[in-house]
């Protein structure tokens, strides 16, 4: 599943958060309708419901451009919409994970980086959004540990020389700030 390039328009973001709006308010009473012993193992909600890519990408779309304008707050459901459907899906985790950040929810936001990071491109990036949701929760030695791994995962890929250099800054920063000062001690 590859996003499109063009963005959405304002009547196509409206529409498409309302149809996901309406979509999840009738899934709960399907949801209870169902018998977890006779879904298969390793059968995500999508597939149970015969979803697709034409169904994922413009609710995709819509949730980028939101993020892109700052929208986080309104992006927040689609995304969650989306990794509730493909849970292993590499940037529906990640697009719910970056929602959940920036609207200060680190705990759940540092949890979804966590599983965003799974082999992929990615995971460089995910794991140092994943340590700054640890700093913001004060766990100074998991955020360290975590500015760590992506450094080491970035200097797998020269075009993350950045990345690098921000992983590199923010651990030695933690490691020089007294435990005391962090909110530890």
């Known amino acids: 599943m590859s996003a499109s390039h063009t963005p959405p328009r304002s009547t196509e973001l409206r529409a498409v958060m309302e149809a996901v709006t309406a979509e999840l308010n009738e899934l709960a009473p399907a949801l209870q309708q169902l018998d977890p012993n006779t879904v298969p193992a390793g059968v995500s909600l999508g597939q149970l419901r015969g979803l697709t890519a034409s169904t994922y990408l413009p609710v995709y779309d819509a949730a980028r451009e939101l993020c892109d304008q700052g929208r986080f707050q309104e992006a927040l459901p689609l995304a969650i919409y989306l990794v509730g459907h493909e849970p292993r899906y590499q940037p529906f985790v990640f697009i719910a994970a970056s ?86 001690g």
């Not at 936001?109 to 460089?124: R, S, T, V």
């Not at 994943?130 to 791994?149: H, I």
């Open 99 to 184: 929602c959940l950040q920036r609207t200060g929810e680190f705990a759940a936001a540092a949890e979804l980086y966590a599983a965003a990071a799974n082999d992929g491109a990615n995971d460089a990036l995910a794991v140092f959004r994943m340590g700054e949701c640890l700093e913001a929760l004060k766990l100074r030695k998991e955020a360290g540990e975590a500015f760590d791994e992506a450094l080491d995962l970035g200097r797998r890929n020269p075009a993350l020389w950045q990345l690098q250099d921000w992983a590199m800054s923010r651990a030695q920063a933690l490691n020089a700030q007294p435990a005391s000062e962090a909110g530890q």
